[in-house]
């Protein structure tokens, strides 16, 4: 059997269970993005030195398949969705905890590019908010998917932004956009 199937060639693809939908359903255009938000965050993986940071990375992007095709499964599908627990939602809010509490790490705007490694996983963030985009635009057009779903992807990006940070800090670099005296409110996490 080859992956060569020649089924999408009309601009229709299968969902989890045999579904069969246009490329540019709502449903389509959410999973797709967390798959490339999952590609994103493997490139960034390959080149980050900080072991720790490439081990969380790899659990994230499991995850990622599960909350792909949980995305990806109607509700009228044979086949169950995988479940997106809040368990999945906290691993990563004590992440984002554990992290903001290093000391001397970036609470405020940072400007991307300071250092290779965290610019890597800045494109990340940004695919994965554009991700979590997709996914509200498709519930508020009347698709079915859990709750935590969208509040795992929304977690994600504050963690993945908190990478950088990480990585920019260990290196001692100075991402900072503004400076102490700009005078304006700080935003202690993502955006």
């Not at 509700?75 to 992440?95: A, F, G, M, N």
């Not at 509040?151 to 102490?180: P, T």
Request: proline share 4%.
């Amino acid at each position: 059997m080859s992956i060569a199937t020649k089924r999408g060639d009309g601009g229709q693809t299968g969902l989890a269970g045999g579904i069969r939908v246009s490329k540019a359903d709502l449903r389509v255009e959410s999973y797709g993005s967390v798959d490339e938000l999952n590609t994103h965050l493997g490139f960034a993986r390959s080149i980050c030195h900080n072991e720790e940071i490439g081990t969380w990375t790899e659990e994230i992007q499991k995850t990622l398949f599960r909350v792909g095709s949980a995305l990806a499964t109607p509700p009228e599908s044979r086949k169950k969705p995988p479940v997106i627990s809040t368990e999945d939602v906290d691993k990563l809010t004590e992440l984002a905890h554990q992290i903001e509490a290093t000391e001397g790490i970036l609470g405020d705007w940072s400007l991307p590019g300071a250092h290779t490694e965290s610019a890597a996983f800045e494109m990340a963030r940004t695919v994965c908010r554009r991700a979590e985009r997709a996914a509200v635009r498709f519930v508020e057009s009347g698709g079915s998917v859990q709750p935590e779903v969208l509040a795992y992807l929304n977690r994600l990006s504050d963690v993945i932004w908190l990478f950088g940070r990480l990585i920019e800090h260990n290196a001692g670099v100075n991402s900072r956009l503004r400076e102490d005296s700009h005078g304006g409110p700080k935003f202690s996490r993502a955006w």
